[in-house]
Nanobody, 122 residues
């Protein structure tokens, strides 16, 4: 079963750090761009950061300078290092890829993880 599985969420105090990870599993041959999105209670899902297969990155203005996205192509993983966290960063964080190709199967489009909760509170 092809899926994206996030880990690393939790409770952290303002100013603290967390590192989220996302692993693609189910026999993956290749993955295109990967990214992180978040959805706070009562709000729409929004882009946090993306990274292409060649390593080009893009960040939401609200996280620039505080968050860093990276990926491990060989392991089909993407990470999000979050520093100087603020209460407004509280949300469910979702891993996403616009397309991936499983081994000996057709391409999957718009694959999402199940989400991991990040709570920033004192």
């Amino acid at each position: 079963q092809v899926q994206l599985v996030e880990s690393g969420g939790g409770l952290v105090q303002p100013g603290g750090s967390l590192r989220l990870s996302c692993a693609a599993s189910g026999g993956i041959f290749s993955i295109n761009a990967m990214g992180w999105y978040r959805q706070a209670p009562g709000k729409k899902r929004e882009l946090v950061a993306t990274i292409t297969s060649s390593g080009s990155t893009n960040y939401a203005d609200s996280v620039k300078g505080r968050f860093t996205i990276s990926r491990e192509n060989a392991n089909f993983m993407v990470h999000l290092q979050m520093n100087n966290l603020k209460p407004e960063d509280t949300a469910v964080y979702y891993c996403h890829t616009d397309s991936l190709v499983p081994i000996l199967k057709d391409r999957y489009l718009e694959v999402w993880g199940q989400g991991t909760l990040v709570t920033v509170s004192s």
